[in-house]
Structure formats: C-alpha cells, structure tokens
C-alpha cells in the first residue's frame, strides 16, 4: 500500500531521477492529445447521427458526468500520486492488483499495432493526395485499354481505390494474400516516426505535442469555414442535430454513448497514469480532469459540426445528380426541350406526368431521389475516412488540398494518440527494472518499437483489413471494461476513499466533495459493471461476422456478410478475455505466494 499523506511516495530527495514536464502546458496538450483521437472525428458524428441526432447528447452527458470524468480523475490522481506507470501503481496499492497494469500494458501494445497500422493507411493516402487529379477520381483503364476496370465501374473510383488499389483485400479472411508492400513501407515509415517522436519520452513527445495537438483543431476550423459556405451545409447539420426523443427508448442508444465516452478519453489504458506520474506532486488533478474531460468531447462536437457540413454538401451534389439523371429519363421518354425542367420545377413535372401518363412513367424505373436518404448514407471509422470523406472531397474546388490537409489532420491526431499508447507500454517497462542499467531508454524504446513493428506486418497482408477489424473489436471492449471496474473498486475499497481523498487534499488543497465521493463508491462501479454484463450479452447474442469485399457476390458493390471460421472465431475469444485473466493469474500468485511463506515460517525450527 501507498503510505499515507505527506511526503512524494518515492521522496522529494535524492531518489527522485523521474523526468519532468517543460511546464503545465506541455502535460494538458498531451493528455488531450491522447484522449482526442480518430474516434472524435470519424466514429462520435456517426453515433450522433444515427442514434437521434441531439437526443444522443443527452446519454452522452451523462455518461460523461457518472463514468468519464470519475473515473479520468482517477487515473490522474493515482499516477501523480504515486509517480509510477501502470503496473507499478497498481502493484504498490495492493499486489493483487499488479494483474490490473500488466492488463493495461498488454491491450496499450495490441492497439499499438493496428493503431499505427491505420496510420500507415492515412500516410498512403496523404502521400498520392499531392496529385491532379486526385487518384481515386477515376477508374483506371482495363488491360486491353478499350474501357475501363469492371469491378471499379461494378462499384465506384474511392471504393475501388481503397479496396483494391490499397489494400487489395482478398474475398475471404481465410485467403491471408501477399504482402502489399506499399502498405509495408508506409508502416515502416510510420513506426520509424513515432520512435523518433518518442525516443526520450516525455522530453521528445513534449515538444512534438505542440505540433501534433494543434494543427488538428486549426485543420478542423478550415474545414468548418469553407464547409458551412457549401450548399447542403444546412441540410447536413440540421440532419445531425434534430432530436429524435425515441431514440432515447433504446437502450443500445446510452450503451453506444456509455462506450463512446470511456474509449474516447482512453480509460484504462495506462497512458494518462503515466502522463500524471510525470507532473509536480502539488499539481491540481481535478482541475486538469474535468478540463481535459470537457475539452474532448466539446472536439467531439465540432468535429461534427465540420464533418457534417462537407457531408451534406457531398448529399446535395449527389441527390442533385439524381434529379439530373431522372430528369434527362424524362426528356427522352416524352421528347421534351432540352432544360425543359430544372431541379426545382422537378417534383411539379413528375407529378403532372404521373396523373396523365401513369403507365409511361412506371416503365422508366426513375430513382427515388429524396435528400434525407443521401444524408442518411453516413459511416463510421475507416468507412468514413477513406470512402465518404474521400468522395466528399472530390466535389470540392480544389480537392487534392483538402484531402492533404484532411489526411495531415487525421495522421497528427494518431499521432498524439499514439504517445499516449507508446508511453503506457515504455513507462512500465522501465519501471519494473526489466532491462539492465547499461540498456539505454532510446533503446529499450526502439527494440520496442521495432517488435511491434513486426508483429504488426500481418495488417499488410490482403487479409490484413480484416484482421484490424478483429484486434479493433475484440481486444479492446471487453477487457478495458474489466480494468476500469477494477481500477475504481482498487481505489475505493482497497486503497480506501479516506486514504485516497487525504491524498487528494495533499495534492490539490482541498478534500474531494460528494459528487466525487459517490462516483467512485458506487455509481462508476454500478455503471462500468453493467456496461460490463452489456457487452458479454451482446458478445454472446450476436454471432461473430465479417464484411467481406467481393467482386463475384450477387449483390456486389454491397459487402457480403460472413461468419468467422471456427479458428478465427477461437482467435476473437482469447483476444477477448486473455489480457483479462492477467488480474485473476497474478491476485492468485500472489496468494499462492504468500500462503507458501506462511507455510515456510511455520516450518522454521527457529
């Protein structure tokens, strides 16, 4: 156990060799920069959109008031507290607990993998963003150069660069495919960066964080600008935020929102412990936990706003290229002036039609063209990233600029993530003294870049999209749940709320008030535990599936939906609960342990 108030755990004196930040700003711009991630941009506007608009907000604060923010103080305090990473914090509030940040350690590497991995997508894209035209513009030329490639005309230009000229993706998870050597090097690129970044720690990553964490919001308000002067802007914000009250009647709607909330600030990831253990021991905690709290999802907010202004455009252009095609239908079926009828005059025209010639119009199969189901084509993730947005932008004036400053903004903001992720797999590591003295930190740091590296070369294979898909899904949910129960029951009931709130007031000048009090007794972990229960019944209901892209499915472009054979089914289970199991293993060893050196003590004769 930690000792009691007063004194820094590891002392004020000579023992403390632990780096500091340059000074306060550095500290909140990289903890932001950790929280605020690629989910603010491309999965928070999907879940607004589709589960009620405004009326998700709703959920959303609430999750933010009863499970975020608790638990992000949480972490803050216990790691400036103590001034160690994950598993030396919870190893020194009780033994039972080291499994809790040998958990937190083992998921921060398994997204460490496919996190960079997305980021060597956004630098492949960043990199042929710098042509004209843009090469996802148009379909590329068969073999025999009389037309053009059929599974790109079967689908579109940004589906088809993104499936096949990208990733190159097999029809089956079983078919793992080659190695896609571009993706390759841009993954090698891209660790080769983030080593450079992090290879002093906090002393590199704070100068780098100032870049990292600002251009992104300064991308975003240029988007937001020349979004809202588009047409359709309107359309696409007053789609995203009219309430739909009966949403609220779902209970998926405030799990999606409960979920939302605890990935989008990294909970339980062991990076904002390892950031906290790097600040002055006096440092106010709750100050810094609501800020960054509230800063992250007010990002959340406005990159909606920006993301739905170009997104409503991109739904104008496309239903107005509707009207255009049944409009010409009509012209030709009853030999009409050529701009005989405008879009606007539209609607009248076929309703005039329809009354006279029923039978007519019924053959030429016209399109339904309705605003709200263009608005209503949205997408989450690499969906949104690489197919919508994409398409978005190529109706733009000027679109390889937007789409450099688009793909820059998304690779500094995994980036900055990416630090945060480095910091809760390199911090522990040094504290537990694993490596020799003589073994340098700029080494330790690139043997580990370099092994996550070649683990993470199965993500380059033709299958490899599939298989992020799987680590994405399954190694993260389920088991930063179990964690962030036990970190606030740890806190609670076995470091103790009085022990823990005279830390506090030590640290801050004031004692935690009721609301703190009551989150973390019971609220937090009532909340966490049936988020829990949630998502194992929901993991146990719904039979693992994948989307597959296939060329020769009847209903092509859509995706033909799979189920995982047994093996890759096997494979989600052990990601599922293995890094779980780190906290009963090692609660059990410990108890083994000690039971073996009471049974030693009453065997000694002396």
């Known amino acids: 156990m930690a000792p009691p108030p007063g004194p820094d755990p590891l002392g004020d004196g000579g023992r403390d060799e632990r780096p500091r930040w340059d000074n306060k700003l550095q500290y909140l711009l990289s903890c932001v920069g950790f929280a605020v991630g690629l989910g603010n941009v491309w999965r928070f506007p999907y879940l607004c959109q589709r589960h009620g608009g405004g009326a998700f907000l709703v959920p959303y604060l609430v999750a933010l008031a009863l499970e975020g923010i608790p638990l992000f103080h949480i972490e803050l305090a216990i790691g400036q507290r103590l001034r160690r990473g994950s598993i030396g914090v919870w190893t020194a509030i009780s033994p039972y607990l080291g499994g809790v940040g040998l958990g937190c350690f083992t998921v921060s590497f398994l997204i460490s993998l496919y996190y960079n991995t997305v980021l060597s997508w956004v630098l492949w894209y960043f990199l042929n963003s710098f042509q004209h035209p843009l090469p996802w513009s148009s379909c590329p030329a068969d073999l025999n150069r009389t037309g053009f490639v059929e599974e790109c005309q079967g689908s579109s230009t940004v589906s088809y660069f993104w499936y096949r000229q990208t990733l190159n993706i097999t029809a089956d998870i079983s078919d793992s495919g080659s190695i896609q050597w571009r993706l390759l090097g841009c993954l090698a690129a891209c660790w080769a960066i983030v080593y450079l970044c992090v290879i002093r720690g906090i002393e590199s990553t704070g100068k780098a964080i100032y870049f990292t964490a600002s251009f992104p919001y300064l991308v975003l308000t240029i988007f937001l600008i020349r979004g809202l002067a588009l047409p359709g802007a309107t359309a696409g914000l007053v789609h995203l935020f009219t309430p739909n009250m009966q949403a609220l009647l779902d209970p998926r709607v405030w799990l999606d929102a409960a979920t939302q909330i605890f990935f989008s600030l990294s909970l339980a990831f062991g990076g904002h412990i390892a950031f906290a253990s790097y600040n002055p021991p006096r440092n106010d905690c709750q100050k810094d936990a609501v800020a960054i709290a509230l800063v992250n999802s007010m990002t959340s907010l406005y990159a909606s706003i920006a993301v739905f202004s170009v997104l409503g455009f ?168 179990v964690f962030a129960f036990f970190e606030v029951v740890g806190v609670a009931y076995v470091y103790g709320m009085e022990r823990f709130c005279d830390d506090i007031a030590w640290m801050t000048g004031r004692r935690p008030g009721l609301y703190w009090r009551v989150t973390w007794k019971a609220v937090s972990p009532l909340l966490l535990l049936t988020i829990l229960v949630a998502c194992v019944v929901l993991l146990a209901w719904t039979p693992p599936s994948y989307k597959a892209w296939n060329p020769q499915y009847a209903q092509f472009p859509g995706r033909q939906e799979k189920p995982y054979p047994g093996w890759v089914q096997a494979t989600c289970v052990l990601l599922s609960f293995v890094p779980s199991l780190w906290v009963p293993a090692v609660a059990l060893a410990q108890l083994l342990t000690r039971c073996r050196r009471k049974q030693d003590a009453g065997q000694d004769p002396s």
């Open 314 to 481: 991109k739904a104008a252009n496309d239903h107005g290229h509707c009207l255009d095609r049944n409009i010409l239908r009509l012209i030709n079926a009853f030999d009409l002036p050529d701009q005989g009828i405008s879009r606007e005059a539209y609607p009248a025209a076929l309703e005039h039609l329809n009354a006279s010639q029923p039978e007519q119009i019924a053959q030429l199969h016209l399109e339904s063209c309705r605003l709200e189901d263009f608005l209503d084509k949205s997408a989450s993730g690499t969906g949104l990233a690489f197919i919508v947005f994409t398409e978005a932008v190529l109706h733009m004036p000027g679109a390889p600029g937007w789409a450099v400053l688009f793909f820059g903004m998304l690779f500094a903001l995994g980036l900055s993530s990416m630090f945060g992720n480095m910091e809760g797999i390199i911090t522990p590591l040094l504290d537990m003294g694993l490596m020799p003295r003589s073994v340098s930190k700029e080494v330790l740091t690139g043997v580990t870049c370099l092994v996550c590296f070649l683990v993470a070369i199965c993500f380059t294979l033709q299958s490899g999209n599939y298989w992020l898909e799987i680590f994405d899904n399954f190694s993260t949910s389920m088991n930063l749940l």
